[in-house]
């Protein structure tokens, strides 16, 4: 469940800056440069502000200058992604722990409502997995759109499972992850049994253990938290 909570903090942090960047006249999170314009870009326009229209009414979004200037149609289709999947991952896990069907609410809501049902997810190890998977793939597709990429900090020690030198801090998530692809511990129940992309974690509330177990000191995973260069895994 650490996983879950992570990638769920990831997204409530970054899917309002979606909607920030929908504005006219932001610069891509490429920073590149507007292209000329050519013979179907009024019609693009057009489509492009149906787009906001509909985004508007569907998911309750103020799209800011919409009705001036073209909006972003990935950053749009992000929104829809995201929006949809969460309301849809929300509705599984109330049909699947037996509850009544959730009220309507925004997503960073529904997200915090998610959460909030983890203890019982915990018990449904494919409905588990299900929920870490998806808000995994919506965390990443929300920091690829919004051109984010990941602080990785390397730090000392060796995995307590795979006695691996792969330990790397990851700022943005106050968290210590393995990043060997091949490391698997002794718990049945621990998601890298099953998933390829799983990576063993210890966020803040386990870092002294992971400093008993590892030797990395815990000076060094703080020093490395507050690091803003990204380094190479």
């Not at 200058?65 to 991952?89: F, W």
């Not at 210890?202 to 060094?220: D, I, K, M, Q, R």
């Amino acid at each position: 469940m650490r996983d879950i909570t992570l990638w769920t903090a990831s997204l409530v942090r970054q899917f309002p800056e979606l909607s920030e960047e929908l504005a006219p006249g932001r610069r891509s999170p490429a920073g590149t440069a507007p292209t000329a314009p050519h013979p179907g870009r009024d019609e693009l326009i057009r489509e492009e502000r149906r787009e906001a229209l509909l985004l508007e009414q569907r998911h309750g979004l103020s799209v800011p200058g919409h009705g001036a200037a073209p909006i972003r149609l990935h950053i749009s289709d992000a929104i829809r992604d995201i929006t949809d999947g969460v309301v849809e991952l929300e509705e599984a896990v109330c049909a699947r722990l037996a509850l009544p069907r959730p009220r309507r609410a925004g997503v960073i809501e529904r997200l915090r409502r998610i959460v909030g049902l983890l203890d019982a997810v915990a018990g449904h190890p494919v409905l588990a997995r299900h929920v870490r998977d998806e808000i995994r793939r919506m965390a990443r597709r929300c920091a690829r759109t919004l051109g984010d990429a990941e602080t990785i900090v390397r730090v000392s020690g060796r995995c307590p499972w795979c006695d691996s030198v792969s330990l790397r801090a990851f700022p943005d998530r106050r968290a210590v992850l393995c990043v060997n692809p091949a490391c698997v511990c002794t718990d049945a129940a621990c998601g890298c049994q099953d998933d390829p992309a799983y990576r063993h974690l210890w966020p803040e509330g386990a870092w002294a253990e992971l400093t008993e177990a590892s030797g990395t000191p815990t000076e060094e995973i703080e020093v490395a938290m507050d690091d803003t260069k990204e380094t190479s895994c």
